[in-house]
């Protein structure tokens, strides 16, 4: 079964937040860490701490979910990256990732 992630990335705690969707959560982590699109808001800010995510098994209710986060007020993304993530630490810091390899 495919799954879908929900994801915020911040360059900082309390910093500029980015929220995300993807079906490939440890690929797309890894573009915004190498900047892979580097006119993209995420580059342009540093934003290549992962903080928080969600795990979806439907794409279109992950999409949906996305969007309605895009339209919170900042204080309620806080709150919600503060509930599963109180220290702020890069969720990734330890992921296995292959930097030779990007998805084209």
């Not at 573009?31 to 342009?44: D, I, M, R, W």
């Amino acid at each position: 079964m495919k799954l879908w992630y929900i994801y915020i990335m911040t360059n900082k705690p309390n910093g500029v937040i980015y929220v995300g969707v993807t079906d490939n959560l440890l690929e797309r982590v890894k573009e915004h860490k190498l900047k892979v699109y580097p006119n993209s808001f995420t580059a342009k800010y540093n934003c290549d701490k992962l903080v928080y995510f969600e795990e979806w098994k439907n794409g279109f209710e992950a999409t949906m979910r996305e969007k309605q986060l895009k339209k919170w007020k900042r204080d309620w993304k806080l709150n919600l990256i503060k509930e599963m993530n109180p220290t702020w630490l890069d969720i990734s810091i330890n992921w296995n990732f292959n930097f030779n390899k990007i998805r084209e």
